[in-house]
């Protein structure tokens, strides 16, 4: 016979108490590291969530800008073209005057 090679009573390699103490703290260990680790992938998820949101956001406001830019853009061509059909108008407006006042005359 062999002395146990945890606590050093007679018995072959390992006491069931050996056993079961060292199973006990295996498995404590375990439960530990599982809670961890869900511990961990929960702040990682909602780090993530957050992450998702921002760059939602971000995305939305590139978005507005890009809408912005070409309404403004819109809004240019249409003043440019009124201003240009209110210089034709004060020509025709003035064309008229001459000729009103030529046959008056």
Same mark, same amino acid.
């Given at each position: 016979?062999?002395?146990?090679?945890?606590?050093?009573?007679?018995?072959? +390699?390992?006491? =069931?108490?050996?056993?079961?103490? $060292?199973?006990?703290?295996?498995? @404590?260990?375990?439960?530990?590291? #599982? &809670? !961890?680790?869900?511990?961990?992938?929960?702040?990682?998820?909602?780090?993530?969530?957050? +992450?998702?949101? =921002?760059?939602?956001?971000?995305? $939305?406001?590139?978005?507005?800008? @890009?809408?912005?830019?070409?309404? #403004? &853009? !819109?809004?240019?061509?249409?003043?440019?073209?009124?201003?240009?059909?209110?210089?034709?108008?004060?020509?025709?407006?003035?064309?008229?005057?001459?000729?009103?006042?030529?046959?008056?005359?």
């Amino acid at each position: 016979r062999m002395d146990c090679w945890g606590c050093r009573t007679a018995s072959a +390699r390992f006491c =069931a108490a050996c056993v079961q103490q $060292a199973t006990a703290e295996r498995q @404590r260990g375990i439960t530990e590291f #599982a &809670a !961890e680790n869900r511990r961990l992938v929960s702040i990682m998820a909602e780090g993530l969530d957050e +992450r998702a949101r =921002a760059l939602a956001q971000a995305e $939305a406001r590139l978005s507005h800008a @890009r809408t912005v830019a070409k309404l #403004a &853009a !819109e809004l240019a061509t249409v003043r440019r073209e009124a201003d240009q059909q209110a210089v034709i108008v004060n020509e025709l407006r003035h064309s008229v005057r001459r000729a009103s006042s030529r046959f008056s005359r």
